[in-house]
């Protein structure tokens, strides 16, 4: 009798109950990988286009004024904001951004806020955490704040 004969059984059920979760471990990496991607993502986009918009127009008029003409209009700032958005990232997926302080007069601060909704292939993964707008789905936000020159 081979005595190698008996650990072939042994080898298949230690896989097959292995297996699953090494599985279930690499997905959940890459994922974890995916949503610091999109985090990172929105936070660049949202800081980006917060110094658009505390960008002054013309150094030299108008120091101490804060109007809609010294500083970018708000699609200007908006066109900032979706230029630096990831291709990984659906558009759909995106909540509204808001722009604070972009296009106001006297307003000294901008803050440009925004949320995406992330879904993670890990199966469960998406059901335990929770998003707020869509079942399967984690809520990602982000939001930038500066004074305006």
Request: net charge negative; glycine share 0%; aromatic share 6%.
């Given at each position: 009798m081979n005595k190698y004969k008996k650990n072939v059984g042994q080898a298949t059920v230690e896989m097959a109950l292995v297996l699953p979760l090494s599985l279930f471990m690499v997905i959940g990496i890459f994922d974890f990988g995916r949503a610091m991607h999109a985090w990172g993502t929105?936070?660049?986009?949202?800081?980006?286009a917060a110094r658009a918009a505390t960008k002054r127009n013309?150094?030299?008029v108008a120091k101490d004024m804060f109007t809609p003409t010294t500083h970018a209009p708000k699609?200007?700032?908006?066109?900032v904001f979706w230029k630096?958005?990831?291709?990984?990232?659906?558009e759909s997926n995106y909540s509204t951004p808001v722009f604070e302080g972009v296009g106001v007069n006297g307003a000294k601060t901008v803050t440009v806020k925004a949320s995406f909704d992330f879904s993670?292939?890990?199966p469960l993964l998406g059901s335990l955490v929770g998003g707020q707008n869509k079942p399967g789905?984690?809520?990602?936000?982000?939001?930038?704040e500066?004074?305006?020159e």
């Open positions: 929105l936070n660049y986009q949202c800081i980006q013309h150094l030299l699609d200007t700032v908006e066109a630096f958005r990831s291709p990984m990232m659906a993670p292939i890990t789905t984690i809520t990602l936000s982000a939001s930038a500066e004074q305006k």
